[in-house]
């Protein structure tokens, strides 16, 4: 089996993890639609109808659907595929296989997903998909069987200029591959690979897919740091970084930063963490896990919690692992001068208040981990010419991507540093809001600003 998820088995990631301090709200609708209204208290004239609007996904699919296990009993399975939004065009989001999804946390991932792609420019809609299942207790036959069926449900809710789903949690190329071959067989006589992303090479995915999330948030912190609003860290050479969650995103990002010269002082996964004050060889550390499906253990480095390694002394923390990781009863132990949001919502508003108040900046998910949804992208549109560019090629389109977003997030910071805020809005007086906005609120203007602009501008129909 190729997804490397089921071979390094272990204890699951919660999709949604609920182990948080005091009375902090943790549900996905909440914490989504209060990021939204943290933004739109500083947007003139947003519609109070397209608030409305905006708050809700466009389309919500649920299907159950019965599967025949191996031993020849038969199981039903709940799956969700939603769509928020599409007014800059076709849906885009994963697909992920987990005990724990819900559809209130696909609802907030396909939020989340609108957002992305309208910051760094991309012309997809939000959308995201799951089926309640335990893939690790699921052969490979009856994933396959899940995933066949699953994606004949959804039938024409999914396809190439409609819905083009990609892998998430414990989905992989492969249940990609099986997504595709199922479309194409209901839907013969087309080109049909665009219908899906996150392909193995073979079946038209994309050089470079794989590292794009992990690359992508490197690209984005080096840009950052050039702003010099941290005055003595410019650059990443030199920097102690600290990384929760060694995956696909961590590992990527860890090798990127330790190429730059930056030293990887901590990584963990879902079983602990080590630390090595002089810095880690991500390599090193990627030979053990695989061996020892862990890093914890590893010769010549501390033992530490999840929980002590994210509040370990550091120029960069990296959360990279599952959401709702800084939360309200750990933000003020942060000792971080940047948090670099490779996870989906790895920070509770609770804990953005309390980063801000400590001068602690957070370059927030819609922007750092884009690199994957981008790509993505550039899959697509090979798939439509039925191209495969090469490596450099998508390198360097990746790289001017994410430095373009970060700078559209810095100039709109400044905008406001400088005092050309917009006036308050009916929703809020000015003294409600902080001044300048964090980050996540920054990128959350500018994408429900372009969003509604291009809603406005289409024209709301009839
Ligand atoms: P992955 O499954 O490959 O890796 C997750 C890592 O986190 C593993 O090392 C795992 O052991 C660790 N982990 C799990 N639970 C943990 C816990 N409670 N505490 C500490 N570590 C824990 O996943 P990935 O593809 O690297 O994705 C990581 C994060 O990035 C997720 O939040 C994902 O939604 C987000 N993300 C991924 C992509 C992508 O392209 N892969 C794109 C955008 C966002």
Request: a neutral charge; hydrophobic letters at 40%.
């Amino acid at each position: 089996m190729s997804d490397k998820k089921h071979k390094t088995s272990g204890k699951y990631a919660p999709a949604n993890t609920t182990v948080i301090a005091d009375s902090e709200n943790l549900d996905p609708v909440y914490i989504s639609e209060l990021q939204f209204d943290r933004a739109a208290r500083y947007i003139v004239d947003l519609k109070k109808g397209l608030i409305d609007f905006l708050k809700k996904p466009k389309r919500t699919t649920i299907v159950n659907f019965p599967v025949e296990l191996d031993d020849g009993s038969v199981k039903s399975f709940e799956g969700f595929r939603v769509i928020h939004n599409r007014v800059f065009g076709p849906g885009k989001g994963g697909i992920r296989y987990h005990p724990e999804v819900t559809r209130e946390e696909v609802v907030s991932l396909a939020k989340l997903m609108t957002w992305k792609c309208a910051l760094v420019n991309i012309p997809f809609g939000g959308a995201k998909g799951g089926v309640v299942c335990d893939p690790k207790a699921l052969s490979e036959g009856e994933l396959r069987r899940i995933t066949r069926r699953f994606t004949s449900e959804l039938f024409d809710v999914i396809g190439p200029h409609k819905d083009i789903p990609a892998p998430d949690l414990y989905t992989s190329e492969q249940t990609m591959a099986w997504i595709f071959d199922t479309y194409d067989i209901l839907h013969p006589g087309y080109n049909n690979r665009p219908v899906v992303t996150g392909k193995p090479i073979e079946m038209g995915g994309s050089y470079g897919r794989i590292d794009a999330t992990g690359n992508g948030c490197v690209y984005a912190t080096e840009r950052f740091l050039s702003k010099a609003l941290i005055p003595d860290r410019l650059e990443i050479a030199g920097a102690r970084i600290v990384i929760q969650g060694f995956g696909d995103v961590g590992s990527v990002a860890a090798r990127a930063f330790y190429r730059r010269g930056a030293r990887v002082i901590a990584v963990s996964d879902s079983q602990g963490g080590i630390y090595r004050d002089e810095g880690l060889d991500p390599d090193e550390v990627e030979r053990y896990k695989a061996e020892h499906r862990t890093v914890v253990g590893m010769p010549g480095t501390l033992s530490l919690t999840n929980a002590e390694l994210l509040e370990l002394e550091c120029d960069i923390m990296m959360p990279a692992a599952v959401g709702n990781q800084i939360h309200g009863g750990n933000a003020n132990n942060i000792k971080a001068r940047l948090i670099v949001e490779a996870a989906n919502n790895p920070t509770t508003p609770k804990a953005d208040d309390i980063l801000y108040q400590k001068g602690i900046y957070v370059l927030p998910d819609i922007l750092v981990n884009a690199g994957g949804v981008t790509v993505s992208y550039y899959e697509w549109v090979q798939n439509q010419a039925n191209e495969q560019w090469d490596l450099e090629e998508i390198t360097e389109k990746l790289k001017n991507k994410m430095y373009h977003a970060v700078d559209d997030v810095f100039s709109r910071w400044q905008s406001f540093v400088v005092g050309e805020e917009p006036a308050a809005t009916e929703n809020a007086t000015a003294k409600q809001r902080p001044h300048p906005p964090d980050f996540r609120t920054i990128a959350m203007i500018i994408a429900i600003e372009r969003v509604t602009k291009a809603t406005l501008i289409r024209g709301i129909w009839p």
